[in-house]
């Protein structure tokens, strides 16, 4: 009985695979034929039997993309990916839209493992990157004749968590440092992200809306609260915590207060960012991986 029930799970599995698979390889319809909208899709299109088998997914697609291969081994296992880390939500999205050159690239651009991280050295000599700008970069491209897509990966840095780790005392406080995708396009802009243990998974935030299509004035709304909370340097307080919740959807003063789950928030806020800009997404790019 156990081996039939093993074999019914399998075989179920297997069917959730073959039907994520052939999603993400299916023409898009006629309104779908822009990469960000296309993009929308087949993010969403891992997601469609739950996130252990996005997991399983996002796993061979790895192992490929380190390869800068597109050709992808089918996923013989699903694979527990915490959803709610906002490097892996990130990769996800970026590894679909990317171009087949820029593979190894946005891989390593969030790993430890691959040495894509920055060092505490790297952040002190080197000016963060403004969102701003290359928002509006991305907005003169999305609305210009040719209307072109763009994504930008977004990696908010905690500084004085850094310092506190000189110390050996990091480990008593909560960052604040965060990662997010923003896609671009002629028909608006769209913000795809997870937030840690206590906030939410990337299929979670799909699930309420969250990588709807803003309008502009919404996406530049979100530019410019982000752009004011990386520009102050201090202790936490309620404008902080407010601009922060607006942006990623998470009340820090809730989680890192006297009665949160998490440890206390690091004591100064000190702000460095690090972009990486994916100009020109197409819908080859976004349709590149082959299964076998």
């Not at 410019?224 to 909370?229: G, H, L, M, T, V």
Request: proline letters at 4%; aromatic letters at 10%; one cysteine or more.
């Amino acid at each position: 009985m156990e081996h039939a029930r093993t074999e019914v799970h399998e075989d179920e599995r297997s069917a959730d695979i073959e039907d994520i698979i052939h999603a993400l390889r299916l023409s898009v319809p006629q309104d779908l034929q822009n990469p960000l909208r296309a993009l929308q899709q087949q993010v969403a299109n891992v997601f469609r039997h739950g996130p252990r088998r996005a997991g399983g997914v996002f796993a061979s697609i790895s192992t490929a993309a380190e390869l800068g291969l597109t050709t992808v081994q089918t996923p013989e296992y699903d694979v527990p990916i915490p959803w709610n880390s906002c490097k892996a939500a990130a990769t996800l999205v970026a590894i679909i839209a990317c171009r087949s050159d820029r593979l190894h690239e946005v891989l390593k651009f969030q790993s430890r493992q691959l040495g894509g991280l920055p060092s505490y050295d790297t952040i002190c000599r080197t000016t963060s990157a403004s969102l701003q700008t290359a928002f509006r970069n991305a907005k003169l491209l999305a609305r210009s004749e040719e209307g072109i897509s763009s994504l930008i990966v977004v990696s908010l840095t905690d500084v004085h968590i850094f310092e506190l780790a000189k110390q050996r005392r990091s480990q008593d406080y909560t960052s604040f440092a965060h990662t997010f995708v923003v896609g671009i396009g002629p028909e608006g802009v769209i913000v795809w992200q997870g937030w840690g243990e206590h906030g939410y998974g990337l299929d979670e935030y799909i699930k309420i809306g969250g990588s709807r299509i803003r309008d502009w004035q919404e996406a530049g709304d979100f530019v410019d609260r982000f752009e004011k909370f990386v520009a102050y340097k201090g202790k936490w307080d309620a404008k902080r915590n407010k601009l922060y919740k607006q942006c990623f959807d998470v009340d820090i003063i809730q989680i890192c207060g006297a009665h949160g789950p998490s440890r206390p928030i690091v004591p100064k806020v000190h702000s460095w960012v690090r972009l990486l800009i994916l100009e020109n997404v197409s819908m080859e790019d976004v349709y590149k991986f082959t299964f076998e």
